[in-house]
């Protein structure tokens, strides 16, 4: 089954840190168009770091600095780096990667900074 699967969410203080991991059911290895995204309580879904086709790596203005997207094609996982969070990093963190022009999304992951 072709799927995706978030992990590594949960509460943590406002300064702290997290690394979200999200598992593909298939190869990553050839894919470039992958990437998070969040979606805070009443709020679009919006996107958080992502790459592009050409792999060209890009992030919203509001985690520039902060957060990093990696992957690591030996167990097909894509990762993102959140450092010093912010109360309004808060949200479900979702992963998307494009498979033969298909979105794959997972369920999502919550973070949940307190201040």
């Known amino acids: 089954q072709v799927q995706v699967a978030e992990s590594g969410g949960g509460l943590v203080q406002a300064g702290g840190s997290l690394r979200l991991s999200c598992a593909a059911s298939?190869?990553?290895?050839?894919?470039?168009?992958m990437g998070w995204y969040r979606q805070a309580p009443g709020k679009q879904r919006e996107l958080v770091c992502g790459?592009?086709?050409?792999?060209?790596?890009t992030c919203a203005d509001s985690v520039r600095g902060r957060f990093a997207i990696s992957r690591n094609n030996a167990n097909n996982t894509l990762y993102l780096q959140m450092n010093s969070l912010k109360p309004e990093d808060t949200a479900v963190y979702y992963c998307?990667?494009?498979?033969?022009?298909?979105?794959?999304w997972g369920q999502g992951t919550q973070v949940t900074v307190s201040s």
């Open positions: 998307n990667i494009q498979r033969f022009s298909r979105p794959i």
């Open positions: 790459s592009t086709v050409g792999g060209t790596i």
């Open positions: 298939f190869s990553i290895d050839s894919i470039n168009i």
